[in-house]
Every structure is written in structure tokens, then in C-alpha cells.
């Protein structure tokens, strides 16, 4: 049943030129399949019938993100030997084929995946691996350049533009059409001089087709890492076609979204740590591009170094991201890649020193406590920032715990973007470590991507001080209480302090604990020992003042796709009053 009160509060939020943007969208996918016109033949007509690419500096920037991920290079190469082979894998889901050659993106088993799926598949991702292992010419086979062909061949006989009335939100979706563009420009940037005529040509009106029809279409009615996607592709493609119109527009988006994407401390806004490390990734390389052609841009730089020292200040002890948000490993550059990767354009890191231990970033809300083997994170900040709420998950106030390097209290990551009940439940406050007051949530989540309602936190901090946090929910579907958590640290550990005022409504505060720990609740119901897999007790939480403890389990995803089952800790309170526990490190 459609949630029509999520979505209007959703849709009353957005900026009004994303509301234009979604009405120019819908009035496309609708007028438009339906003139008389032949839409794709006018696309067709705009592309030249020859022009010179321009890639070596693609290739140059290409190079530098092959350096960057050397760390991940048998991983690259085992997906391409699977692709080769006819295995078509993205989020953890694989649709196989006879062999390489027999991959089509639009057969049954590809159009019955998810939209994320596809749109990865209609983006020609499956080159990635490919542009990433290798690049010298030699370095792949005429084979395999005849299955490489065969792809884009299969694409360009089926799939013109406008012939129904959704084509904007599939084939066409400009997302997919934006990695088809870095996909291919990069492809030929590296392989060229391998190729033969006829494979250059249409892969070069091919780029040139998809980035005439990208700059008719900006998602300005998505918004957020979307625009950023459809600038880097237009950065790319002006280069690669030698347009400079396209070039003008990259540059013009990437220096809006520069002004109005960023928080002050260098945080995107969407609070998405996957995601500000694909922003930080594209706007790094549109600096390396634009500065390699004598077009570089101040703004780009400013905007890419702050990116870059939020990552260097978020940067967790195990050098892996917090899932916070929608957030997952292996979709965006691995962090370290990403610090290395600004290091080859001229940024300084700290990437082989230790990060500073006092590291808040006090406008996205992410503040860490603890400068020994003992450290926590927590997120205090704004659920989501209004007009972007797709990829906000509700957590107000949850800590992740790292002791020795190692995660023991974890965040959730998210397990598709599907609506359902695993998409919901990923976002809800039930998966966060923080506090649950009655049955449902202090804002209002429907689909895969609303969410309606705001808690404007007050958060008080400095350096070697308690963290608190306090907010108010009182708003149309939801319990109506105050909650204030405080976190600090005392003499054998960490304390962490709830206080709800509520009416007739019970109360939770979970911690949720790695699947690679175990958990033991004590006879009392007051103690939990969190253990290593070699039965080293590694944690210990107390609850206070005769709160007490339950044990349970609650699903963890920290990949697309990927499930792996973990303990939950839960206190319990009936009524108003305070919920504690003391976290203690035990070795």
C-alpha cells in the first residue's frame, strides 16, 4: 500500500529545480515516444561522421586509477576472467551466458534483476575490470576484443532512443548512460592502437551519441551524487570529442555542486561514506583531466582537497569505511585507493601516518572518541538533509566501536535498493545502534528511497569531553518523546547514557556486534561478553542501574547482496527514564 503521506512530505521537500527537472522527465518519457518523430535518428544525425579522439589524457588519468588500486588487481582479474567466460556478476547476483560472446543486456534473466542491476549492466560496467588490469594494447587478446565487440554491437542494433514511454528510466536512464560514456572513452583510451577501424568508429559514435543525449537530459530532478555522475561524464566526453560545450557544462555542474554539495568540514551532504568516496573519486578525476588540457579549475581543487581530508578525518582504524547510510564495501574505491589516487594528482595525505585522533567534523555530524586502541564513532547530526533523502538510514546517536584496530560494534550497511521489508528494515532505527522508542520511527520511511521528518539534534562537544545529543520527535505518525544519549569515557571504559522522556511507550538501546564476535549474556541478564572467533574475550558491556539485557540476532550487509547473520544486544525500559551500559575493552 503506497505510503501517500511519506511522499508528498518527500516531494514537498525537494528544491524546486529538481521539481522541475522530475516534471521535465515525466513529460519527456510521455510526449515524446508518442510524436511522430523519429528521436533516435536526430540524436543520430547530431554525431559527426568522423573526429579524432582526444585520449591520452583519459589514458593518463586511467593509468593513475590502475596505480591506486593495486591492492584490488587479482580481484579485477578474476571478474574478467568471468565475464569472459559468460558470467555477468554485479551486487552479488550473477546471470550466466554460454560464454562471453553470448552476454546481451536485454534478455529475459537480465530484465527480471533489479533496476541497480541493470542500470550497471545498461552501463557497460562489465569493462571496468577490464580498463582496470591492463594497459598496454598487447595486454589483450583479438578474442577477446571480438567479445568486447560483440557487446556494443548487440547494444547498437537494439536499443534507440524514446521508443516507449519509460525509456528515461531504463535503457536511457542518463545514470547508465554516464558509465557508458567513462566506460567506452576509457576502453579505447587504453586499447586503441588494437582496435581495428570499424570497432574505433562505432565506439566513438557511440560515446559521442550517449554524451549529446546526456547534456539534453541532466538529472537536475535526482539531484545529489547523480549530478556529479552526469558531470564527470560530460568533463570526459568534451574531452574525448574535443567539444568544449560539453566541457563548459561538466565544469559548470561539478562547480555548483562544489557550493551546494559540501559541508563545511568536506562532507557530502547525502552523509553517505560510500558515496562521498565515489563524489571525491569524480571530482579528482575531473581535476586531473581538466588541469592535463590547461583547463583546470581552483574551485575543482578546493573542492577535491576538503573532500579529501574529510575522508582523511572519517578514516576508521581499520582503514575500511563506516557503513553508515547507504553504504557498502567494494562499490566505491576502497578509501585507501581513493587517498592514493588524490596523492598522484598533487594532494597531500596522511594516508602512511596515523590519522589525528581528534577528528570531529561537526557539520556532517560524524565525531570520534578515544585516542588508544579503543575508539568510537558516532554519528550526531540531522537524519538526512531534506531534499535528499534517498540513501539516509535513521541511526540519531549511533556509535560504532573499534578496539585493537578490529570492529566490534557495527553499523548495518544495506542489502539492495529494492522496496521491501529488507530495504526497510536496513534503514530503520531497529538496525542502528542507538535508541528505539515505541513501534515506530521517529520519521516517516516508505519505498525504497522517502523519507518524510525532521529532528533537529542539539549536539554539544569538544575535545576530551563527553558527547551529547539531544532531540525531540513529535511529529503526524510518530511516538511523541525526547531522547538524550551522552557518551564518555570513564575509568575501564566507555559510558553511554539514554535518557527518554515518553508516554506509555517502551523503550530499546541495541548494539549491534560483528559476525565475526560472538556474544554471551550472563545469568543476571546485566552482563555480555563479546569473544573473538578463537574464544578471546575481546568486550564487555554492563548494563547500568538494573537496565536489563537480552540477546538476540539481526542481519548485517556489508555488501550488495550479501547477508551475514550477527548478535544484538538489547536493553529494555517500559516507561520514561534512562537506559546505560559501560563498554569496557578486555584486552
Known amino acids: 500500500m503506497t505510503d501517500y503521506l511519506t511522499l508528498a512530505g518527500t516531494a514537498l521537500n525537494k528544491q524546486p529545480r529538481q521539481l522541475f527537472g522530475i516534471a521535465t522527465r515525466t513529460l519527456k518519457s510521455s510526449v515524446l515516444p508518442r510524436l511522430p518523430i523519429d528521436i533516435d535518428r536526430r540524436y543520430e544525425r547530431q554525431v559527426p561522421e568522423e573526429f579524432t579522439p582526444r585520449i591520452k589524457p ?85 578474442k577477446e576484443i571480438a567479445i568486447h565487440r560483440s557487446w ?38 587504453l586499447f586503441a592502437s588494437q582496435l581495428d577501424e570499424t570497432f574505433r568508429r562505432n565506439i566513438r559514435r557511440f560515446v559521442y551519441k550517449n554524451a549529446v543525449f546526456l547534456s539534453d537530459n541532466v538529472e537536475h530532478g535526482v539531484g545529489g551524487n547523480h549530478l556529479i555522475e552526469n558531470a564527470v561524464a560530460l568533463v570526459v566526453a568534451g574531452i574525448y570529442a574535443n ?9 559548470q555542474i561539478f562547480e555548483q555542486a562544489g557550493e551546494e ?40 581543487r578546493e573542492t577535491a582537497t576538503d573532500g579529501v581530508h574529510f575522508i582523511e578525518r572519517l578514516r576508521p582504524p581499520d582503514d575500511q569505511i563506516p557503513l553508515l547510510n547507504d553504504s557498502v564495501f ?25 590519522p589525528d585522533p581528534y577528528r570531529s567534523l561537526p557539520e556532517s555530524g560524524f565525531f570520534w572518541l578515544g585516542t588508544d586502541d579503543s575508539q568510537l564513532l558516532i554519528t550526531a547530526h540531522e537524519i538526512t538533509v531534506p531534499h535528499l533523502p534517498a540513501h539516509a538510514h535513521v541511526h540519531p546517536g549511533q556509535v560504532c566501536l573499534w578496539i585493537g ?18 530495504r526497510q528494515r536496513d534503514r530503520s532505527i531497529q538496525s542502528h545502534n542507538t535508541v528505539q522508542v515505541g513501534t515506530l520511527e521517529p520519521v516517516r520511511l516508505a519505498s525504497s528511497f522517502w523519507m518524510w521528518g525532521t529532528l533537529d539534534p542539539e549536539v554539544e562537544f569538544s575535545e576530551g569531553s563527553p558527547l551529547r545529543m539531544a532531540y525531540d520527535v513529535n511529529g503526524i505518525g510518530h511516538p511523541t518523546y525526547t531522547h538524550e544519549r551522552t557518551v564518555e569515557r ?23 556486534v560483528h559476525p565475526e564476535y560472538s ?47 550477527r548478535a544484538v544486544v538489547t536493553l529494555h525500559r517500559e516507561d520514561s527514564g534512562m537506559l546505560g551500559v559501560i563498554l569496557r575493552e578486555l584486552n
Open 330 to 354: 567494494g562499490e566505491a574505491l576502497p578509501l585507501t585507493s581513493c587517498l592514493e589516487y588524490a596523492q598522484s594528482i598533487g594532494i597531500e595525505t596522511n594516508l602512511h601516518s596515523e
Open 58 to 142: 583519459i589514458r593518463d588519468n586511467t593509468i593513475r586509477l590502475q596505480k591506486s588500486t593495486l591492492n584490488k588487481r587479482e580481484i579485477y582479474e578474476r571478474d574478467v576472467t568471468a565475464v569472459l567466460n559468460g558470467n555477468l556478476s554485479f551486487l552479488n547476483e550473477t546471470v550466466s551466458f554460454e560464454d562471453g560472446e553470448s552476454i546481451s543486456v536485454d534478455v529475459p534473466r537480465v530484465i527480471e534483476q533489479s533496476l541497480h542491476w541493470k542500470l550497471k549492466c545498461w552501463g557497460f560496467e562489465h569493462l571496468k575490470p577490464i580498463w582496470l588490469t591492463a594497459h598496454e594494447p598487447s595486454e589483450i587478446s583479438d
Open 519 to 565: 556474544a554471551t549474556l550472563n545469568s543476571t541478564d546485566q552482563y555480555v561478553t563479546i569473544e573473538d572467533n578463537e574464544g578471546i574475550p575481546t568486550a564487555e558491556l554492563e548494563a547500568l542501574e538494573g537496565n536489563k539485557m537480552t540477546l538476540g540476532t539481526a542481519p548485517y550487509h556489508p555488501e550488495y547482496g550479501k547477508e551475514q547473520s
Open 405 to 422: 584496530g578490529k570492529r566490534i560494534l557495527t553499523d548495518t550497511g544495506v542489502f539492495e535498493y529494492s522496496a521491501g521489508t529488507t
Open 261 to 300: 554539495q559540501f559541508f563545511e568540514d568536506g562532507g557530502h551532504i547525502e552523509r553517505s561514506p560510500m558515496y562521498h568516496l565515489i563524489v571525491c573519486q569524480r571530482f579528482l578525476t575531473a581535476v586531473d583531466l581538466l588541469e592535463s588540457i590547461s583547463e583546470g579549475s581552483k574551485s575543482l
Open 152 to 189: 556494443l554491437d548487440d547494444w547498437i542494433e537494439d536499443h534507440p532512443i524514446a521508443t516507449d514511454s519509460q525509456y528515461l528510466r531504463r535503457y536511457w536512464m542518463p545514470h547508465s548512460v554516464c558509465l557508458r560514456i567513462l566506460n567506452w572513452a576509457r576502453y579505447d583510451s
Open 490 to 512: 570513564v575509568s575501564d571504559g566507555w559510558q553511554i547514557t539514554d535518557q527518554v522522556e515518553c508516554k506509555n511507550e517502551s523503550a530499546l538501546s541495541r548494539f549491534h
Open 243 to 251: 567539444e568544449p560545450a560539453w566541457l563548459r557544462q561538466g565544469q
